[in-house]
């Protein structure tokens, strides 16, 4: 089985700014795929990153970053440049090696200030 | 490609009633996934198809939730004998056959069932 701890329920961000979305994992699967997920207000769940267990290198999109730790078993979420339209909530999520089944966390609610 | 369609995005009915919720992956994708999701909380698995073959169902889902996809296309989500507690947004996803571990989930917009 598969779980995913965000221990923050809200962040505040000033514009333009970096900010770091916290996410820890437990799973007992010998390999898995990590997933950031974020969903406006508008409701709809928008992919934003993925990483392997066994990926060598952070995974990166954009403005978008993982900061993989394995042996901590965390999976934190960058977010560089913080804009207006980053405001939302954003929820962590682990597939195990059955490859079919995605465990989302409670989210983190993003509020961005101008 | 139009994306994951779910229908209807909002449905109020009276405690008892049954509802039928239907979602339409993207055309080339065979796995299909129901969700739900209550305020403040992220989503909950309930059931996963691939195809047809309805591969999954989480202890969510009582025996008064049904769903099917009965020709490996679109699928359905019923609720029967509603209650309170099933108030909640409906999340569809779908995912193409090749995404295994990587594939990310493609997800409509949901269907918000209230019941009063």
């Known amino acids: 089985a598969q779980k995913i701890t965000q221990t923050q329920p809200g962040m505040f961000v000033q514009e333009k700014e970096a900010v770091t979305l916290d996410c820890t994992y437990d799973t007992s699967d010998p390999s898995y795929g990590l997933f950031w997920y974020k969903q406006p207000s508008s409701g709809e769940m928008i992919f934003l990153i993925y990483?392997?267990?066994?990926?060598?290198q952070n995974a990166t999109e954009g403005r978008y970053s993982l900061n993989f730790q394995k042996a901590r078993k965390s999976a934190n979420l960058v977010i560089s440049a913080s804009q207006l339209g980053d405001s939302a909530m954003y929820f962590c999520?682990?597939?195990?090696?059955?490859?079919?089944?995605?465990?989302f966390g409670a989210g983190t609610r993003l509020f961005v200030k101008a | 490609d139009t994306g994951v369609s779910q229908d209807p995005r909002h449905k109020i009915t009276k405690r008892g009633q049954n509802v039928t919720f239907r979602c339409d992956p993207i055309s080339e994708h065979n796995r299909l996934y129901w969700y739900r999701q209550t305020l403040g909380q992220g989503p909950e698995f309930l059931t996963y198809f691939q195809n047809e073959a309805q591969l999954e169902k989480s202890r969510l889902l009582s025996d008064r939730f049904s769903a099917e996809r009965p020709k490996g296309s679109f699928s359905t989500l019923e609720i029967q004998r509603t209650e309170q507690g099933d108030s909640a947004m409906y999340l569809c996803?779908?995912?193409?056959?090749?995404?295994?571990?990587?594939?990310?989930?493609?997800f409509g917009e949901g269907s918000r069932l209230t019941v009063l």
């Open positions: 996803a779908s995912s193409p056959p090749a995404g295994g571990l990587a594939g990310e989930l493609f």
């Open positions: 999520a682990i597939r195990g090696t059955g490859g079919f089944k995605t465990i």
């Open positions: 990483q392997g267990s066994y990926d060598q």
